[in-house]
């Protein structure tokens, strides 16, 4: 989406994205199998998702499995499959009442078949949500989502579709698997790391990153105050200079 003037300076994240680290350093800690951890972190979505709403968060993106995520062990992945369809079973009746509109992005469909068919059932049960909007992301890689927007422009480009010059950030923004959502404003990354891990590249241009030692099965809606407070604080400038220097 485009870029906001300088001074549009909002300090409500109504985008938030979240990089769920940490289960594992968190089961580990506890003397529990990694599984564990991945389950406590399911518990943490939910709370989250609890609290997006009193906090005036429309969108909440969370990072779930990632494309490099294929590469753990095969018994580990089962878990993480098993935990979305059953998360997808125990919530949607929950999601729906709360008014959340759950969506995905990433190639759902190299996902086991149980997934796809209960993501696609969750994701019809509650298209009428208008309180809060919740993506997963499942085998979700920033840069091959941008190669494959590059591929279909470049498509469309050769059956005559468009003249390369109409190729902008907007038209580009369009073919990202993320067009139906604002940029996020916020992406919090717990467990203390600073990298974005091939997570929403092209949308976290100007979002501003909060880390925090903390690792995810212990975020809470007080961990999500912390992080909503530093965005408070924060100035967004946009590439312009600050209005506390005489910026507009
Ligand atoms: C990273 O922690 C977390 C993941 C790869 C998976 C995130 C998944 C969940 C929170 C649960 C499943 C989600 C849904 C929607 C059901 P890590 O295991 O890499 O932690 P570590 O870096 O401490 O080892």
Redesign the pocket.
Known sequence: MSVPLSGERSPIAQHVAII??????WAKRQGLP?AE??RR??LA?KDIVKAAKPRQIKYLTVY??STE?WRRPQAEIDV?MD??VE?LDSEIAELRSQGVRLSAIGHLEELPERCQQKLAEGMAATRQGHDLSLT?ALNYGSRREIVDAARQLAEAAQRGEIQPAEISDALFSAHLSTKDLPDPDLIIRP?GEWRLSNFLLWQAAYAEIYSTEVL?PDFDAAQLDLALAAFARRERRYGAVSSRDGGS
């Open positions: 769920m680290d940490g289960n594992g350093r990694r951890g991945h972190g399911v979505l779930a499995f995520n993480l935990l979305l998360f997963l467990s995810w």
